[in-house]
C-alpha cells in the first residue's frame, strides 16, 4: 500500500502510511514525521518517547516493540489528509507492533488449549467472580490470531466451527480468522469468485447451506465479508457478525478505504490493517458471551442511583466543554456516558469501541490519544478518542471532533478522577464487579417494598424476609419455578440487563449453548415480512424459553425444560416486576442525548 | 414443435438436472445437462447455471464433505439442490418477486424435486441405470424430457407456474392421506385386500385402494405407498380424471403428437434444444428412436366401461384392441409390476402384477382383471357402500376453531384441515406458521446431523403480531402445526387448545403436560 498512499499525502506524512510491517526504514521515518506531532512531548506516562516506553516501566505486557505502534495511535497531525485521503491515514493508526504481538502470543500455547471447542467462554477471571460469561470480557482471553500455520489445504483448518473472512472485491484476502491470509489466497479467490459469479446474474448471494454449514455473504461495496459456520446460529445472526466485523474494520479505517479501491482495484489492505487481529479476535469472540452483539444494546453496570448520578454530573460537565461523547466503562459495561447536545451515540458503535480499547493492550499501558471512527455516527470521518484506564477494569473514554484537544482531554480526565475518586464512585465501581449483577435465585417472591431501595439490587431485603424467601432450595437449580437465567431489554433506553449465569449453567459450553438459543429466539421473534411476534415458548431437551415483546421492553428468560408452563409464566412477570423495582440501579436514566 | 411452456409465463422459475460424472472435458460440458427447463434458454445460460452449481457443491465438500449445498439463497433467488442420486443434482431455481407471495419453504420445494424424482424413478427406473444403458444420454433426456414438463403442467395457472408457497403450510407433502374406517368397514375392507392378493394366482399381487382422494389400504411399503397414492391422487381417482377432463380444453384425439403442440399453454420452443432433448420423440408413436411412456401425460386415463381404467399413455389409441398396461418399479423390492386399475364410484383399487408372473402380458392381465371381477365385485359393491355411509365429506377432517396439519413421520402418514377452511386464515397467520415451519426444518435436519436416529422433541408457541397463535409440536417422529386465529392471548389458551386437540384427535400424542 505505500507506494498508493504515500503519492496522495503530504510529504510529511508520508512515513505514516508505509506498511508497518516493513520493518526499520519506516520507523525511523515514522519518528521524523512524529516530531510535527504533538504528543510527542507528552510526559514519559505516554510511552510514545521514542521507544522509551521503559519510561513507562512496562510498555506493554507483552514486551514488543510497542513504541511504533502507540506512536501511530498518538499520531494525529493529518487530519485533513483523513478528509481528503482518507484511507491514507489510517495507516497512522496501524498498529505495526501488535502484528508482532499477535503472533508472539499465538505461538505459546494457550490459545491451543483454549480452541479445542472453537471458542470457549473463559471463565477465568481475578476477581474471584464466578459468575463466568458476563464478567469474562475477551481481555482476559488470550489475545490475537491464531493457527496461523493453518490453510485450506489442513483438515484442522477445515474443522473449525467458525470461520471469519474479510477480502477485497478483487479477492485479496484482508483478514482471516483462522490461518495465515497469504496462504489462503487461492480460497480468497474461491470466495470472491462465488460472489461475482451470483453477481453476474444480476442477483447477490446472501447465503449458502449445506448440511449444518452455513456460509454467509456480506458485500459492502469493494469490500466482500464471508463467514463459514456450522454452530447453530441463524442466518441473521451471522449477518449481524459480519456487519459487526465491518463497523470494527470501519472504526479503525473510515469507510474512506473504498477511495483506494475506486484508485486501485487490486489495493491491498492488509496493512493498514496490520498488528488489528487481535481486536477481531476479540470481537469474534465476544459473539459468544457478549448479548449487546445481537440484542443492539448495551448493559450497565450495577450502581447505586446516586453513584451513578455522581458520575454523570462530571462527565456532563466535561462534555459541556467541547467533547462529543464522554463514557466511563467498565469490561463492556457502562458506568454513565453523556454526550453533547444532538449527539447520540448508537449502542452498535459503543460496543464496537469498547471492544477496541479492551483488546488493544496498549491502551492499558498509558493514556491514548487515537483516530477513531463511529461507523452508526458518520462511518465517513475519524474522531479522536482520549482513553485512559483508571484501573484495571475502568476506563473513560472522552471523544472528541478536534486532533489538537490532546491537552484539554487529560485535562479533562484529571478533573474527571478526581471527583470520582473523592465521591467514590470507583471503589462503588469495585464492589459492584465483586458483587456481580442480578441473580435468578434473588428473585423476590413478592414485589420488593417500593419505599426502601435496598443496597444491592434488592438482594439484601428486610432480614426476615430473606428468612423466609426459600432460598436454599434453588442452590444448584436456578430460581424459582426453575428459572435459569433471563435477559431484560428496555426498548426506550437502549439498555439491556443480563442475570448472572448461576447453577446448573455453570460450565462456558452451556453458557455458551443459551446465548445462541438466545440468538435463534431473537431472530425467530422478529421476521421481516410479518414483524415482530409478541410472545413465544419453546420447549426443546434443553430448556423451555419464554421471550415477550412489548412496545417497553422484551424479556428472555431460560427455564429448566421441565418447568411448568404456568410457573414459568408467572415467573416472568415476577422478573419484570424485580426489574422495574430496581431500574435506577441496573440502568443508566434519564442519558438525554440518546435521542434515536 | 415442443415443450417449453410460454417463456414470459414461467420465467420465474428454472429446473435443471445435471450429471457431475459427465462432460469432464473442456468443451464437452454440454453433456452434463440430462434436463433443463425452460429449454429454450441459451446453452451458455444453462452452463452458468450448473457452473454455479456445481462449483457450490465442490466449495462446500470443503468444509461439509457429509452433505454438500442444499440451497442457494441470494436477494432475487432461491436455488434449492436435491442430489436425486449419487452425483446427480436437480436444482430448482425460483424467483423472489416483489410481491408477498412469493414467499416459501425451501424444504416444500425440495419435497417437490423429490417427487418428480420418485416418480420417475418409479415408472422409468433410475437415472443412472438409464444413462449406463445409453451413455450418450439421450435416453435419459428423452425420458426425462416429457416426465416433467408432464409434471409441472399441474402447477400452471394460467400462464404461470405456481409453486407450492406459503399458502401451503399446512399440507404434507410426500405424505399419504388416510381414510379414517370404521370397524365394521375395515373387516370388509380387509376381505377385500385378501381377494385382491388371490387375483393373480400363484404369485400374490399388491394392491392399493383409495376412496376418493383418500387412501384406505395398503400391502405396499410406505415409501411405494407414497408413490403410488401421488399419482393415483394425480391421474387416476375419479377427481383427478374429471378435473383432468375439464382443463384439456383442446384435445386432438386420433394423432397423439400433434395435441400436444397445439395445447394452448404450450409454446414451441427453440429447435436445437428440441434436438438435444429429443423432443421430437416424446410420443411413442413407432418410428421414434426411444419409446417413451409418458405416464403423467393428463388425460391420458378413462374408466372403461367395464371399470377398468385404461390409458394409452404408451401412445397406442384407445380404440385399439390392444391395450398394454403401464409398469412400475418398487422401491423396496426393485421388482417390475404390472400397474391395473378399477374404479366403481368414488372407491379405486390399484392392482400391481409381478411382471415376473405372467408370461404373456395382453392374456395374462386380463386373466388377472377376469378374477377380480368375478371374484371382488360384490365385496366391492359392499366396501364402497360402507365406506360412503361413513364418509363425512370434504370436511370430515374439519375441526371447528383449529387450521392444523398433522404428520406421521414414521408412517408417511399426513392428515390437514380441508383446503377450502385453510383459506379463511389471514396471510400473516399463514406466514408466521411457514416461518415457524421453516425453523422446524432446520431443528429437524440439525438434529439429524447431531443425534442420527434420535427423534426431536419440541413445542413451539407463537403469539403473532396478528394475534394468531402458530404452534408446532414434535414428538417420536411425529409433528403437529396449527393455527389459532382469533384466540385468546394468554399462552394457556393455546397449550389447553393443543392439549385438547391432541387427546381427541392424536390419542394424547402431544399432550406432554
Known sequence: ?596 | MGLAFNGTGSEGMRLCIFDLRRGQNEGHEIDKILFFFPADLPFTTQLSVIGLSEGLITFTRIFSPEAACEVIEAERHSHVFYEAEPDIWMIMIVEKSKELEAVWRIDALRELLKEIHSLFMMFHGSIRVLLDKEPSGGLTRAHLYPFIMDYLRDFLVGKKLQLPSFRDCLKGRRTVQMLTVGREAAIEVQTLVKILESCGGSTPCSSLILFQDLLVSTTLSPEDTVNLFTYAVLRLTPHALSSGARSWTYLHKGNSSSNVATESTFAPSGSFSEQFYGSEDISCAGDNRYRVTRPLQHDKWFRGKDGFLITDICGVDVGSSYITSPTVWLQQTGERMYLCAYQYKSLTLILLIPLSSIVNEEQGVSIVKQQLRENASLKILKVEEKLSKGWGGENAYHVSGYRYLLVDGNRDISRASPPAKVTTLTKESLLALNRLREEVDSEKSRAKWDNPGRNKDLEVCIRAKNNAWAVARITRGKELYMVLEKANETLFYASDAVEKFSNRYCSGAFSLD
Not at chain 1, 423466609?468 to 436456578?478: D, L, Q, S, T, V
Open chain 1, 1 to 596: 500500500m505505500s507506494s498508493d498512499s504515500s503519492s496522495s499525502s503530504s510529504s510529511g506524512d508520508d512515513s505514516a502510511e508505509i506498511n508497518p510491517n516493513s520493518d526499520s526504514k519506516p520507523v525511523d521515518e515514522r519518528l521524523d514525521s512524529s516530531t510535527l506531532v504533538e504528543p510527542v512531548e507528552l510526559e514519559p506516562s505516554n510511552h510514545r518517547g521514542n521507544g522509551d516506553g521503559v519510561a513507562n516501566g512496562s510498555v506493554n505486557r507483552e514486551g514488543l516493540n510497542s513504541g511504533d505502534e502507540d506512536g501511530d495511535r498518538i499520531l494525529v497531525e493529518n487530519q485533513e489528509v483523513f478528509g481528503e485521503e482518507g484511507p491514507s491515514s489510517p495507516g497512522s493508526s496501524g498498529y505495526a507492533g501488535e502484528r508482532g504481538s499477535s503472533s508472539a502470543t499465538s505461538g505459546s500455547g494457550i490459545d491451543d488449549a483454549s480452541e479445542i471447542d472453537d471458542s470457549e467462554i473463559q471463565v477465568v477471571r481475578n476477581e474471584g467472580s464466578l459468575e463466568g460469561i458476563s464478567d469474562s470480557p475477551a481481555s482476559t482471553r488470550v489475545p490475537g490470531k491464531r493457527h496461523v500455520d493453518e490453510d485450506d489445504a489442513s483438515m484442522s483448518w477445515r474443522k473449525r466451527k467458525k470461520h471469519f473472512f474479510i477480502l477485497s472485491h478483487s479477492g485479496k484476502p484482508i483478514y482471516s480468522r483462522y490461518g495465515d491470509e497469504h496462504k489462503l489466497a487461492g480460497f480468497s479467490a474461491t470466495l470472491q469468485a462465488i460472489i461475482s459469479v451470483v453477481e453476474n446474474g444480476g442477483d447477490r448471494v446472501k447465503f449458502v447451506k449445506a448440511g449444518k454449514h452455513q456460509v454467509v455473504f456480506l458485500v459492502k461495496g469493494p469490500i466482500y465479508l464471508v463467514c463459514i459456520s456450522c454452530t447453530e446460529e441463524p442466518f441473521e445472526s451471522l449477518k449481524g457478525q459480519l456487519e459487526l466485523i465491518y463497523g470494527q474494520m470501519i472504526l479503525i479505517l473510515t469507510k474512506s478505504i473504498n477511495r483506494c479501491f475506486e484508485k486501485n482495484p487490486k489495493f491491498d489492505m492488509t496493512p493498514l490493517l496490520g498488528g488489528t487481529d487481535v481486536v477481531f479476535s476479540s470481537l469474534i469472540h465476544s459473539f459468544n458471551w457478549n448479548p449487546a452483539t445481537f440484542l443492539h444494546a448495551y448493559t450497565c453496570l450495577p450502581l447505586a442511583y446516586a453513584t451513578r448520578q455522581a458520575a454523570g454530573a462530571i462527565l456532563q460537565d466535561v462534555a459541556d466543554s467541547g467533547v462529543l461523547f464522554a463514557i466511563l466503562m467498565c469490561e463492556h459495561k457502562v458506568i454513565s456516558l453523556v454526550g453533547a447536545q444532538k449527539a447520540s451515540l448508537h449502542p452498535d458503535d459503543m460496543l464496537l469501541l469498547s471492544n477496541f480499547v479492551m483488546s488493544t493492550e496498549s491502551f492499558r499501558t498509558s493514556e491514548s490519544f487515537s483516530p477513531i471512527c463511529l461507523p452508526r455516527y458518520n462511518p465517513m470521518a475519524f474522531l479522536y478518542a482520549y482513553v485512559h484506564f483508571l484501573d484495571v477494569d475502568t476506563y473513560l473514554m472522552l471523544l472528541t471532533t478536534s486532533s489538537d484537544a490532546f491537552y484539554h482531554l487529560k485535562d479533562c480526565r484529571i478533573r474527571i478522577e478526581t471527583v470520582l475518586l473523592k465521591s467514590s464512585v470507583l471503589s462503588e465501581v469495585q464492589r459492584s464487579m465483586i458483587d456481580g449483577g442480578m441473580r435468578v435465585e434473588d428473585l423476590p417472591l413478592d414485589p420488593l417494598p417500593r419505599a426502601g431501595s435496598s443496597p444491592h439490587l434488592g438482594q439484601q431485603i428486610l432480614p426476615t424476609d430473606s428468612l423466609e424467601r426459600p432460598r436454599e432450595p434453588f442452590i444448584g437449580i436456578g430460581g424459582p419455578a426453575g428459572l435459569w437465567h433471563f435477559i431484560y431489554r428496555s426498548i426506550y433506553l437502549d439498555q439491556y440487563v443480563s442475570s448472572e449465569f448461576s447453577p446448573p449453567l455453570n460450565n462456558p459450553k452451556q453458557q455458551k449453548g443459551l446465548y445462541r438459543a438466545y440468538q435463534r429466539l431473537y431472530a425467530s421473534m422478529r421476521d421481516k415480512g410479518i414483524g415482530p411476534h409478541k410472545t413465544q415458548f419453546r420447549r426443546d431437551e434443553n430448556y423451555v424459553l419464554l421471550c415477550w415483546v412489548t412496545p417497553d421492553f422484551e424479556l428472555y428468560a431460560a427455564f429448566d425444560p421441565l418447568a411448568d408452563k404456568a410457573l414459568a409464566i408467572k415467573t416472568c412477570n415476577r422478573v419484570c416486576q424485580w426489574v422495574k423495582d430496581v431500574e435506577n440501579e441496573i440502568f443508566l436514566q434519564g442519558a438525554s442525548p440518546f435521542s434515536w
